[in-house]
């Protein structure tokens, strides 16, 4: 529902404002009642004629009641109080830290989900969903590569997007990476065909291992299946990736023990697209090769960060000192509450 909000804010941008705004009247005025316009209005930090353009409009709503002794709310005010206050009270909450995020990020948009993903799977499915409703908004009508890449988050988020994307739309999914090696569920390659099968879309794989040496790569990059592959990939005007904790994700890809402790001794705290970085969000190793590169997102229409659980607070934070800043981040609130204690 917070989301759906958002984007009636997109057709009538005051209409989230005006509610809070009004929700926080009724809500103060039950609180003090019976209060005077001007007491109300300095608790509420607002002008006594902004203030009286609101009551007015409540009182003809049959909300609340005005005497010599101050406002009051009627029968139906107090039900309209206990009736939305729980959803105000978390969509004010929600706001709020997406406010401090966005502030912390200098402007990259971010989006959270309620609840933390380390506890609760569900949550996960909710950012999924975001995502799927970021992607309609933000996808332009024609044609769209997708570049996609692995991870449980991202299998995840694959299940969460409809056909509805494809409404006007012709959308290719490419692996952003190569990723043999890893559990065949959460591989790039996977989670691209899953995300087309969901939408109705299309997608190419690549079947090549993401990190392999200078001797290799150049006889790969010769054969003509890679190159179509690594083509789109460079040609894709759209990034879906998650952010992972460093050490994690070095085991995941079956790192040696020895290149793990570089990790640890370099302050590694975070992982995206084979790049391990440090709470400043510097680079200290790269495993990248084949697939799409770091420095290639700032050409990207749109990036989708998405990346949840307060386990990931200190990745997240430090990955977006790095990322572009057309990136929509996608999180819950337990990795915004970590983040946020900094």
């Known amino acids: 529902m917070n989301r759906e909000l958002e984007w009636i804010q997109t057709v009538v941008p005051d209409m989230i404002d005006v509610l809070s705004r009004r929700f926080l009247i009724l809500k103060k005025i039950k609180t003090d009642r019976p209060v005077g316009r001007r007491t109300l209005a300095a608790q509420l930090k607002l002008s006594e004629r902004a203030l009286r353009t609101e009551t007015d409009f409540l009182k003809e709503q049959g909300l609340i009641d005005s005497s010599k002794s101050g406002m009051t709310l009627t029968e139906n005010g107090a039900l309209v109080v206990r009736s939305l ?29 309620p609840g933390d993903s380390d506890e609760d799977e569900t949550v996960t499915c909710s950012m ?107 040609q894709s005007n759209a990034v879906i990736h998650s952010i992972g904790e460093a050490i994690p994700m070095a085991k995941r890809r079956s790192m040696s023990q020895t290149a793990i402790d570089s990790l640890k001794q370099k302050g590694a705290v975070g992982e995206a697209f084979g790049y391990f970085f440090n709470e400043k969000g510097e680079v200290v190793q790269k495993l990248s090769r084949i697939g799409l590169q770091l420095e290639n997102l700032a050409s990207m229409k749109c990036v989708v960060a998405v990346a949840g659980g307060s386990s990931k607070g200190h990745a997240i934070a430090a990955y977006m000192k790095l990322a572009p800043s057309q990136t929509y981040l996608i999180t819950d609130q337990g990795a915004a509450n970590m983040i946020l204690k900094g």
């Open 85 to 113: 206050g729980e959803f105000m009270d978390q969509m004010l909450t929600l706001q709020a830290t997406e406010k401090e995020l966005t502030a912390l990020f200098g402007g990259i948009r971010c989006l959270v989900v």
């Open 128 to 234: 999924g969903q975001t995502v799927n409703e970021i992607l309609q908004a933000l996808l332009p009508q024609g044609h769209n590569i997708i570049a996609v890449m692995g991870g449980t988050t991202m299998a995840a988020v694959a299940q969460s997007l409809d056909s509805e994307l494809t409404t006007g739309r012709d959308l290719m999914f490419v692996p952003a990476r190569g990723g043999i090696g890893e559990r065949v569920d959460v591989q790039a390659n996977n989670i691209s065909a899953q995300m087309a099968e969901r939408t109705k879309g299309q997608h190419r794989a690549l079947y090549v291992p993401e990190h392999v040496s200078e001797k290799t790569y150049e006889p790969l990059l010769r054969e003509p299946a890679v190159r179509e592959v690594i083509e789109m990939i460079r």
